[in-house]
């Protein structure tokens, strides 16, 4: 499975982006997705995460910094699955990546599989 994140980019404090998280090849409603991002010199940070597409919405699930700020969504029709993000803040800057696995996952878990990351940088 290989996985594409994408849509980052320079914002300022309070902007906003959306990443996108797409896998060609795979269905990707059969696999959970989660978030995740890493600084230079930090560790790496479990995002946000969606169960496997069960019709619905799906479960999710946002770690503390980013709850009401990141939303994370699918569009099955679009084989995507994205991760709106609002009110940014400079210590968001880090590369984000997407992964997916066949379990559903948790914070701060990250999927079995992930690609090349996207830069977000959020600066004045």
């Known amino acids: 499975v290989q996985l594409q994140a994408s849509g980052g980019g320079l914002v300022q404090p309070g902007g906003s982006l959306r990443l996108s998280c797409a896998a060609p090849?795979?269905?990707?409603?059969?696999?959970?997705v989660a978030w995740f991002r890493q600084a230079p010199g930090k560790e790496r940070e479990g995002l946000s995460c969606i169960s496997t597409y069960d019709g619905g919405d799906g479960k999710t699930m946002y770690e503390d910094s980013v709850k009401g700020r990141f939303t994370i969504s699918r569009d099955n029709a679009k084989n995507t699955v994205y991760l709106q993000m609002n009110s940014l803040k400079p210590e968001d800057t880090a590369i984000y990546y997407c992964s997916a696995d066949w379990s559903d996952l948790s914070i701060p878990e990250v999927g079995r599989y992930w690609g090349e990351g996207t830069q977000v940088t959020v600066s004045s």
């Open positions: 090849g795979t269905t990707l409603d059969r696999y959970a």
